[in-house]
Nanobody, 116 residues
Framework: QVHVVESGGGLVQAGGSLRLSCAAS????????MGWYRQAPGKQRELVAD???????NYADSVKGRFTISRDNAKNTVYLQMNSLKPEDTAVYYC??????????WGQGTQVTVSS
């Protein structure tokens, strides 16, 4: 069983920055992909960014150039640095860690609110 805990959300003004962290623990041999998703009220959950164990990254078009995902494999931790935040970035942000065919675990979510 893999336990995932996010931290770092909060309230920030437009143009500001936040850094999210996510730590995975439990029966982990290796984590293939670590990622961040978000869900705004009335909308479906969407991918924000993810990163493989080898460091390959993938970003949603809406956050390219503003958000940066990184990970520390030794600590089973993934980070999301969010700069130039916009009101439309307001959502609950969820961390996901997975190794296909082995486990696919989600955190409880952390609220990010960007005021205009």
């Amino acid at each position: 069983q893999v336990h995932v805990v996010e931290s770092g959300g909060g309230l920030v003004q437009a143009g500001g920055s936040l850094r999210l962290s996510c730590a995975a623990s439990g029966s982990i041999f290796s984590i293939n992909v670590m990622g961040w998703y978000r869900q705004a009220p009335g909308k479906q959950r969407e991918l924000v960014a993810d990163i493989t164990s080898g460091g390959s990254t993938n970003y949603a078009d809406s956050v390219k150039g503003r958000f940066t995902i990184s990970r520390d494999n030794a600590k089973n931790t993934v980070y999301l640095q969010m700069n130039s935040l916009k009101p439309e970035d307001t959502a609950v942000y969820y961390c996901n860690v997975r190794s296909p065919g082995i486990f696919n675990s989600w955190g409880q979510g952390t609220q990010v609110t960007v005021s205009s």
